[in-house]
């Protein structure tokens, strides 16, 4: 079965530094995967995935991830953080069929 | 505006008083789910819906309850709620197969004393 780690289930940063949330999966066959942020009192919504092609993809509010299928990883990244991306992080990697095996979540925390 | 909507938002209930959470989609989407959310676990999938009248167990799907009569309309049912079955339910549908990109639904808070 697939399943998902995320490191950390709390990270702090200042506001404008470097965002770095790490997430390593494992899977048998080449997997989907995806980050999704969870705002206060708020469903998840998408952030951004990955399926084939480029490693590197690009999602909203300025993040990014890369896939490495040699780590197994596929870290979420922002060059600077903003007060506005305090939530909660998942990581998830799909089974197919609509399911999807999420991490447990890290919660970041900005600081001014 | 393309949703999936959850009623009720919140609920406080008993042991064994059978409670039905709604949920409903407007995007035409042939796939919908339920998960919970549990502090350190993370979602985990109570049941699924591939279309009208497919439905088939998740991960975690005892205590629990579906039916798909309509494709917009994916109602969660607790039949004898326990205290375990404390939650926040999500909501979610999928127009897409397999790719796993979810809407989510706000959520429902399900508290059993």
Known sequence: AQSVTQ????????????????????SSVPPYLFW???????????LLKYTTGATLVKGINGFEAEFKKSETSFHLTKPS?????AAEY????????QKLVFGTGTRLLVSP | EAQVTQNP?????????KLTVTCSQNMNHEYM??????????????????????TDKGDVPEGYK??????????LILESPSPNQT???????????DTGELFFGEGSRLTVL
């Open chain 2, 87 to 97: 939650s926040l339910y999500f909501c979610a549908s999928s127009l897409t197969r």
């Open chain 1, 81 to 85: 953080a903003h007060m506005s991306d």
């Open chain 1, 7 to 26: 490191l950390g289930s709390h990270v702090s940063v200042s506001e404008g530094a470097l965002v770095l949330l790490r997430c390593n999966y494992s």
């Open chain 1, 90 to 97: 998942f990581c998830a990697v799909s089974e197919g069929f």
């Open chain 2, 66 to 75: 579906v039916s798909r009569k309509e494709k917009r309309n994916f109602p």
């Open chain 2, 9 to 17: 938002r919140y609920l406080i209930t008993v042991t064994g008083k």
């Open chain 2, 33 to 54: 789910s339920w998960y919970r959310q549990d502090p350190g676990l993370g979602l985990r999938q109570i049941y699924y819906s591939m279309n009208v009248e497919v």
């Open chain 1, 36 to 46: 999704y942020v969870q705002y206060p009192n708020q469903g998840l919504q998408l």
